[in-house]
């Protein structure tokens, strides 16, 4: 029993000490903690509550060329509430609660007031000092909410608490919205202006401590932040945003009238190469609207078709091979070439024509018997003198995707067949972009240099110019200057006797330029339904200042030649152009010879015309004493304007007057009207001259829609 009881008490002493031993152990491990591991132990602990965040930095913004925003970066902010601040007392919080509720509801726009009290009773409750009220607020959300009760006792005080980010818009929306382009860096996704000059748009991010709280969010540790973020530069384009609406609302116009799958128009300053405009439009079937989805004119290489004469045929009268006035046969406009069968839209005269005739009138087998004739022996003459017109290389834009051109070489033994030659000479079998075709038409307009287009004229921060970018000279001589003067002979002859006279008859400007119509190949093969249509030149014709290309692809409602498809759009652009931009500024010989400058205007206000022609600097000889309405005619500078002579007994003709006017006159009548679009009046719904009736509706068409 004895040796029983000193078993247990050896037992009871052991475990006593190994206590002691352990409280011994803690009591050395906190002095040690104490005076030892403290300094690092509590930076650690600091590391863990307080952390660095990045401050995002604002993008900069792109712009066109006279200062209008096409991208910037708006603030958006990300709104929260200190609901459990012990700096707000209850009888404040519960006295203010249903009106901040009330406010915060109506600004937001998304809760009733009664769910976001509900809410806010809750955080407050729940001692939550991080409460979300809203994710993306605007700046004038912002504003309103530091108006409500609570909020209004400022930062701390009322405690809101706000962190700012940006967010990108494009005020002019979807307007050359493909060419500005986007940039998403988790898809690794770099396009247009704002994919090719990130690195100068992104600014550099600031940096700001923040200390965590409950639910494990984290509020700024300091009032002001640690480094202040940096924002981006400012990208200026050559675009003019005017001429970009003038250039999108033709070519949609056409790509809805023709039911086509796609189309682009681009504006280029023949000078410096400024893009001034870029349309590129194609059709999404899942909500049935044409859209800037895929940049068409720099991104698609295609068969260009008719368009390629003009190089073709400058190349054999640079070589000396033809002359302009030479002739040749071409029969009933076909002719066959290793089983193939070249063909005309139609016959041209009586199958006899000259050089001119058959680049005027677009005929594919006088092009082929041109060049046949003049390289058949040496084929690579004419594809080495295409290439030293620079029509192989890329025109080297800093923004993505641009297409690659493709001419093949007779060295390539497997790529070049007996019908190579013929086909080339109008523009297949081989593969150019809309962007580079307009390049090399521009390169003739600026007699003979070719310049490269240009999208970026100068980067600026703050409104300081940081860098500026030079016209780029691609080619400084395509062609001889003596080969350059007939070219623009021949493109001023395709508008006035050739396949565009119907389409630019009646301009009070020189247009030259050259239509096309180029068969899709589909499946490695050629049908009557898939075709480009497109129109390329310059204006005005004698003083070049802007070249411009329209390519619609695929049109499906009958139409598919370059003239009647491509160049209406084309036709609106430069009328709209020339008469906003180019119309007071131009002198004389930029006029067509046979324009009529001493015509008539339409009936118009008196003082009205004297207003204008005071404006303009036009010296004026007034008959006019008690009349109210007056037409003018000019002639040797000098207005003369004269009482309009009307027949109140029948509808007058009120066409080209201005809407005002119109509508004035034609209520003093007793007629009812009915407008359409704005402008002036393009047509009405009743016959001038036909006996008026009063009280009678009349419909007024306007210029535009």
């Not at 509550?49 to 006279?66: C, Q, T, V, Y």
Request: aromatic share 10%; proline share 4%.
């Amino acid at each position: 029993m004895l040796d029983k009881k000193k078993d247990i008490l050896w037992r009871v002493y052991l475990v006593y000490f190994m206590v002691l031993l352990f409280a011994l152990g803690i009591l050395a491990k906190l002095v040690f903690i104490q005076t030892k591991e403290r300094v690092a132990l509590v930076e650690k602990a600091q590391t863990q509550e307080i952390r660095e965040f990045k401050l995002e930095a604002s993008r900069g913004n792109i712009l066109d060329a006279k200062g209008n925003l096409l991208a910037t970066s708006i603030p958006i902010f990300e709104i929260r509430f200190d609901a459990a601040s012990p700096l707000i007392s209850d009888e404040l919080f519960y006295d203010k609660v249903d009106s901040l509720s009330a406010g915060i509801s109506v600004i937001f726009g998304t809760y009733s007031k009664a769910k976001v009290k509900k809410d806010l009773v809750k955080a407050r409750k729940g001692g939550n000092r991080y409460f979300l009220l809203k994710r993306r607020a605007t700046y004038p959300q912002l504003k309103q909410l530091r108006e409500l009760p609570i909020f209004r006792l400022g930062k701390y005080k009322g405690g809101l608490i706000t962190s700012r980010k940006t967010q990108r818009e494009r005020p002019y929306h979807e307007l050359a919205a493909r060419t500005i382009g986007y940039e998403n860096k988790k898809e690794n996704l770099h396009v247009g202006i704002e994919g090719a000059y990130t690195d100068f748009l992104t600014g550099k991010e600031g940096k700001q401590l923040r200390r965590r709280i409950n639910h494990g969010d984290w509020i700024p540790l300091y009032d002001e932040n640690e480094v202040e973020p940096k924002n981006g530069l400012d990208i200026i384009t050559t675009i003019d945003v005017n001429m970009q609406d003038i250039t999108e609302n033709a070519l949609l116009r056409q790509l809805l009238g023709h039911k086509a799958f796609q189309g682009c128009a681009v504006i280029m300053e023949v000078e410096t190469g400024d893009i001034k405009a870029i349309a590129n439009l194609r059709f999404d079937s899942t909500d049935s609207k044409y859209k800037e989805t895929y940049n068409y004119a720099i991104g698609e290489s295609i068969e260009p078709g008719s368009t390629f004469k003009l190089p073709s045929i400058l190349t054999a009268l640079d070589d000396g091979k033809v002359k302009l006035t030479d002739s040749l046969v071409v029969g009933e406009g076909y002719k066959v070439y290793y089983s193939r069968t070249v063909r005309d839209v139609h016959k041209i005269g009586n199958g006899r024509i000259t050089v001119r005739d058959a680049f005027e009138q677009s005929s594919n087998v006088g092009l082929s018997i041109i060049i046949t004739d003049a390289y058949g022996e040496n084929p690579a003459d004419f594809v080495d003198k295409l290439y030293s017109m620079s029509l192989n290389k890329p025109l080297g834009f800093k923004i993505l995707g641009e297409g690659k051109p493709y001419i093949k070489h007779p060295s390539n033994k497997k790529l070049w067949y007996g019908t190579s030659l013929p086909w080339m000479s109008f523009g297949y079998e081989l593969q150019i972009t809309p962007l580079q075709t307009l390049a090399f038409y521009n390169a003739v307009a600026n007699n003979g240099k070719m310049v490269k287009p240009r999208f970026i004229s100068q980067i600026r921060r703050d409104g300081i110019l940081v860098e500026e970018f030079p016209i780029e000279v691609i080619n400084e001589q395509i062609v001889s200057d003596k080969t350059i003067v007939m070219a623009k002979s021949l493109l001023e002859g395709v508008v006035e006797n050739g396949t565009g006279k119907y389409t630019f008859r009646n301009t009070p400007y020189k247009v030259a330029g050259k239509t096309g119509t180029a068969q899709i190949s589909v499946d490695g093969g050629y049908n009557k339904t898939n075709y480009n249509s497109s129109f390329v030149g310059y204006f005005p014709a004698n003083r070049p200042k802007y070249s411009c290309i329209v390519v619609i692809n695929n049109p499906s409602s009958g139409k598919i030649y370059g003239g009647s498809v491509a160049g209406p759009a084309f036709r609106e652009i430069s009328d709209k152009i020339f008469a906003t931009y180019l119309a007071l500024e131009m002198p004389d010989d930029s006029l067509k010879e046979d324009a009529d400058l001493t015509q008539q205007t339409a009936v118009c206000w008196h003082n009205d015309i004297k207003t204008i022609y005071s404006f303009l600097g036009i010296k004026t000889q007034d008959f006019i004493h008690e009349e109210d309405w007056a037409t003018a005619k000019i002639e040797n500078g000098l207005a003369t304007i004269d009482a309009a002579l009307m027949n109140m007994e029948v509808v007058p003709d009120v066409r080209s007057m201005k809407a005002r006017d119109a509508v004035f006159m034609l209520e003093n009548l007793g007629m009812q009207v009915s407008l359409y679009g704005k402008g002036t009046v393009k047509s009405q719904s009743v016959r001038p001259g036909t006996k008026l009736t009063k009280g009678r509706e009349i419909k007024l068409m306007l210029s535009t829609y």
